[in-house]
């Protein structure tokens, strides 16, 4: 197994972690897809990686979600998790990842039903960021992207919405360009959705944040 595992992430670049969140239209997740992904099913991930055509590289589950036998009938690895477990089953897809060496992430399937669930996967992708790993999550109607501070260019998504909201405290010295509402060295706090609902404007955004974590959501109604 751990053959296996070394030579496929000499030919990928990037991890995929399928959840087993609601996605009812796989069209728009497609395009998002790369041919080289390594795939990781978390539990009931099981059943996106198959709508979306993927072929399931390793498969973490506490078979809470799917049966045992559904898992292995896929004939990749399977590491199965005790039910009674700190980690969530994303959030140990997520350390596999990184035990793997991977440092860019896309998580499916990880929003869109439970609330709890969609927060929690939030709290994965603040661990893989503090682990030096690029984490975005992406559902039907939104593309999410959580950051440390940096300057980033977002390029603009016709019929969408961008907006900036901060994780886990404040962002501070946040600059946004070449968006309708433009912001200098502004503050972001938890309790003032000042963010939301911004519009592109035919240009790249530039977005640039001194502290904070911030959570960039390209979203389409």
Not at 35 to 51: F, S
Not at 61 to 90: C, H
Not at 170 to 175: P, Q
Request: aromatic share 8%; with cysteine.
């Amino acid at each position: 197994m751990e053959a296996v595992l070394e030579k496929k992430i000499l030919t990928s670049r990037r991890c995929v972690i399928c959840a087993a969140g609601p996605v009812n239209d796989t069209n728009s997740l497609i395009p998002l897809l790369r041919k080289d992904d390594w795939v990781i099913a978390a539990d009931g991930g099981i059943h996106l990686a198959k709508k979306l055509g993927l072929d399931i590289d390793y498969i973490i589950a506490d078979f809470d979600s799917i049966q045992r036998e559904q898992a292995f009938n896929t004939g990749a690895p399977v590491s199965e998790l005790p039910v009674k477990k700190d980690d969530t089953d994303t959030m140990a897809a997520a350390r596999l990842g990184l035990k793997l060496g991977y440092s860019d992430f896309l998580l499916l399937g990880a929003s869109g039903g439970r609330l709890d669930h969609t927060f929690a996967n939030f709290a994965v992708m603040n661990f893989l960021i503090k682990n030096a790993a690029k984490a975005i999550l992406a559902d039907e109607k939104n593309i999410v992207q959580m950051l440390l501070p940096s300057k980033r260019i977002v390029d603009p998504v016709e019929n969408a919405h961008f907006s900036l909201l901060p994780y886990g405290g404040c962002v501070d010295g946040l600059y946004v360009r070449n968006a309708e509402y433009e912001l200098e060295n502004a503050l972001l706090s938890p309790d003032f959705p000042l963010g939301v609902s911004n519009k592109f404007i035919g240009r790249p955004v530039e977005i640039e944040f001194k502290s904070g974590v911030l959570l960039i959501f390209i979203s389409k109604d």
